[in-house]
């Protein structure tokens, strides 16, 4: 079966079994023979035993990626032959069944394995020790993509060459270097327009968008709302080609930027979108560059919107209970301290100098520890907010604890 046969055939088995509407397509069968998704949830791996005609997950080569901090262990959910080696996706190029045997260098994996372990170690990981590691990966990558011109894997080494750059742009950004940041993003989108990667380009459109509105001015005054609102409205059309974890956050930075233009009826028709998405992640969407996304992720981008829309209390009770939520979260860090600047900016406005002075003190040391400058230009901006009270004590011990940091 090609690939979209392939999809079909799930989708028809989906829906005359568990009356599931699911639209597979050609696009998704890839991202599985990338190894972009490795552990599909139970019925979409019953729909492929069946279909496929197998008994056990790991004769189709789906695993489970357990990871943490430190190191990234890849386990198949049951002991393979050790004369095989499954490829995260057990299918050839065209949707075959096949099984790899050991050293068969069609067997792209590998590659696809470590591209979606840096991208999922982006926020446990300070950015200038990942970085070098991104780049190098992406300029292998490179190399592969150049060699393998007219072969039929080209295209899926492109998709992780373009991944790899969206990975590097996120760095880039949090190392402060804006005009790299955007480079990345745009070769990577530019990349998607010549491979027909429909998936690839909406990924790009949303990390670029994110970039060109300065994260809704909350890092640079000068964001481009209008520009970073048109290329999420782009990635949003693509929205059937995207997890719901990739489209969760399409939503929620839509809603972000509506909040800085002050429209409270488009911040909410967002805020449900996002809420809808984000009610069907499940773990396999929880991988490489959305590998960070959650309901309590979702929490700070609403705290912020009620930010901006100056109803600080809202802000309040949502911030906190991100902040709470996502504390102990080692993969999640930088959000975890980008929901406590936002929620010592909330702080302010409801004249509580001491909490607000306190907490943006603590995430403020803490951003400095781990090198992100993107996070340090949002704390102060925050400071920047805190402005009517430069003559109290308590800002002054901020501004020296700030300046020793």
Wanted: proline content about 2%; overall charge negative.
């Amino acid at each position: 079966m090609s690939r979209q046969e392939l999809a079909d055939a799930l989708n028809a088995y989906l829906w005359e079994t568990h009356q599931i509407h699911h639209n597979w397509d050609e696009t998704d069968i890839g991202r599985l023979e990338r190894g972009v998704t490795r552990w599909p949830a139970d019925f979409r791996r019953e729909a492929f035993r069946s279909v496929l005609e197998v008994e056990a997950d790991h004769q189709l080569g789906f695993y489970i990626v357990r990871s943490s901090v430190a190191t990234s262990d890849i386990e198949p959910a049951t002991p393979a032959s050790t004369t095989e080696q499954i490829n995260p996706m057990a299918l050839g190029t065209s949707g075959e069944h096949v099984l790899h045997e050991a050293g068969d260098r069609d067997d792209w994996s590998s590659f696809a394995v470590v591209t979606s372990v840096l991208a999922q170690q982006r926020q446990a990981v300070p950015p200038a020790a990942l970085l070098s590691l991104v780049e190098a990966h992406r300029d292998c990558l490179l190399t592969l993509y150049r060699k393998s011109a007219g072969d039929r894997i080209n295209a899926d080494i492109g998709a992780m060459l373009g991944e790899a750059s969206i990975v590097a742009s996120r760095l880039w950004s949090a190392q402060g270097n804006h005009n790299m940041a955007l480079a990345h993003c745009a070769y990577a989108r530019t990349l998607a327009s010549q491979l027909g990667d429909t998936r690839l380009g909406a990924v790009a459109r949303i990390f670029e968008s994110n970039l060109h509105s300065g994260a809704a001015t909350l890092i640079q005054a000068d964001g481009d709302i209008v520009t970073g609102l048109r290329l999420l409205d782009e990635a949003a059309a693509a929205g059937s080609h995207l997890t719901a974890a990739a489209r969760t956050r399409i939503a929620a930075e839509q809603a972000q930027a509506y909040a800085v233009l002050n429209l409270p009826k488009e911040v909410e028709a967002a805020l449900d979108r996002a809420r809808e998405s984000a009610s069907e992640i499940t773990a396999a969407d929880r991988t490489g560059l959305f590998s960070d996304w959650s309901a309590a992720r979702l929490q700070v981008y609403e705290g912020t919107c009620h930010l901006l829309l100056d109803e600080p209390e809202t802000a309040i009770t949502y911030l906190e209970r991100a902040a709470a939520a996502l504390a102990d979260d080692q993969n999640n860090i930088n959000v975890a301290l980008a929901a406590r600047v936002d929620l010592a900016s909330a702080y302010g406005l409801t004249d509580q100098l001491d909490a607000a002075c306190t907490t943006l003190g603590s995430a403020y040391e803490q951003l400095q520890r781990i090198g992100n400058l993107r996070g340090i230009s949002r704390a102060q901006r925050a400071r920047e907010g805190l402005h009517r009270w430069n003559n109290e004590p308590l800002i002054r011990e901020l501004d020296q604890r700030m300046a020793t940091a």
